[in-house]
């Protein structure tokens, strides 16, 4: 089992940037594919991006290639999103998440393991 906290949300202008960091429990977390997901209210939770057990072979929501970067640090049991160019439309619950399946699923409810969010709010 595994455990997430999130950290990096806040408040930043159109075009601004912010990193948010997804610290995990457990000393098999090497062996979890982990990705983020965003939620706005009365929606579903929304695809952002995913990374393999390696850190290799990142997946990209459409909406966030080229501006979002996903990463993670094994040894230190943490993941990272980078967001740049951050638009009011990437205002939304940030969540990390983690699966213990070999491939980078893109659905939330491929994922067993969730954090409490952070909220980023991208005022324009």
């Known amino acids: 089992q595994v455990q997430l906290v999130e950290s990096g949300g806040g408040l930043v202008q159109a075009g601004g940037s912010l990193r948010l960091s997804c610290a995990a429990s457990g000393r098999t977390y090497s062996t979890y594919t982990m990705g983020w997901f965003r939620q706005i209210p009365g929606k579903e939770r929304e695809f952002v991006a995913a990374?393999?057990?390696?850190?290799?072979?990142?997946d990209y929501a459409d909406s966030v290639k080229g501006r979002f970067s996903i990463s993670r640090a094994n040894a230190a049991n943490t993941v990272h999103l980078q967001m740049n160019n951050l638009r009011p439309e990437d205002t939304a619950v940030y969540y990390c998440?983690?699966?213990?399946?070999?491939?980078?699923?893109?659905?939330?409810?491929?994922?067993?393991?969730w954090g409490q969010g952070t909220q980023v709010t991208v005022s324009s």
């Open positions: 998440a983690a699966t213990g399946t070999y491939s980078i699923p893109t659905r939330a409810r491929d994922y067993n393991y």
């Open positions: 990374i393999s057990r390696s850190g290799g072979s990142p």
